[in-house]
């Protein structure tokens, strides 16, 4: 079970939103995509090791699993602050810290291996393709609300809620998506962004 | 007159299944190229010694699967680096696919055949919490992986050698 899990701050600095605004591709987004680019291949690397191992034993391997898990926590860290949903520059790091967005996903013991084999072969028709046009969009929704927000945090110092949970909803989802198609779970996606009701918190 | 130090080599029963997991996809590096989607065989190097590098420290069995997985990689990825690269010139040449050329391939093939079939009894091995020797690389792999350079060591056990 994915769970992300991010606070609404009671209030953003505006100072940091403008220097995300006007210098995040320079500061926040070039060195932190530069190392996460090596990573996802390192990652892609581990997907196809693991989907072997998961074929033929049925299990993705922990250590593996760990690896892509940090690596999502690590790439959400940034996103959430693309759509300047969290104030802080996002640590360089695989840990966990109680002050930075919390991603956590439970380790299935057991994986199904007619799925894992599914969705080689057709996970791109019934879930990439489905999950990625609405996602596309979304992703144009999400940009332009993150405008207006921005607009809004300069003004109010406030982020709207209904913004900053559709924003985060949009990050959420692509991360389900992105772990089904990664075999780390049999669960298909849910077409929202919206939290699972029996996930735990954190 | 310096003490021997004793080593335990870890029987099947003692290792755990995030250990024999680990020791196993030390093996599977050699479809790193594959994953990449890139047909350079010198990806499956790298990918050996970035796998090493992040396992050697968790224990010795993962340590010596993942140090003979990189050691036998390293031949391989050779043989099959020069003649990815002789395949490239000879098409970007007018020289043709010539006696030596597919003679050299072929020897190539069946090397990377025995090396995958090894692979993957290695890998079944690691899986079962086994160790495995290859040929020549094996004795290397166990000697890095249990002995102490600066230290005699005496084995309390005896290795599951084959």
Known sequence: MLTLKLEKQESYSRFELLMRAMFGWLYINLPHYF?????????????????????????????????????????????????????????????????????????????????????????????GIPHGLILVFRHIASSFLTFIAFWAILFTGEYPTSFFEFNLGTIRWGMRVSAYLGFMTDEYPVFSGQENKNERLY | MRDYIKVEIPQPDQISVREKEDAMGAYLMMFASLAAGLPFPGINLIAAIIYYTLNKQKSKFVKFHSIQSLYSQIPVSTLNTIIVFWTIYNIGSEN?????????????????????????????????????????????????????????????NQPPRI
């Open chain 2, 96 to 156: 043709s696919f010539n006696m030596y050329y597919w003679s050299s391939f072929l020897c190539v093939l069946i090397v990377n055949i025995f090396y995958m079939i090894y692979s993957i009894l290695a890998a079944i091995n690691a899986r079962k919490g086994r160790l495995y020797y290859f040929i020549i690389f094996g004795e290397y792999a166990f000697d890095k992986a249990f002995l102490d350079k600066d230290e005699k060591t005496e084995f309390i």
């Open chain 1, 35 to 127: 190392i996460l680019g090596f990573l996802q291949i390192w990652g892609s690397i581990l997907t196809f090791v693991a989907l072997i191992t998961l074929v033929f034993t049925g299990r993705y391997p922990q250590s593996m699993f760990d690896f892509q898990v940090n690596l999502m926590r690590w790439t959400f860290r940034v996103q959430a602050r693309g759509f300047h949903l969290a104030d802080g520059y996002p640590p360089f790091s695989f840990e966990r810290s109680a002050d930075t967005p919390q991603l956590e996903f439970d380790y299935p013991e057991n994986l199904s291996r007619s799925s894992a084999l599914l969705k080689l072969f057709f996970g791109w028709l019934y879930c």
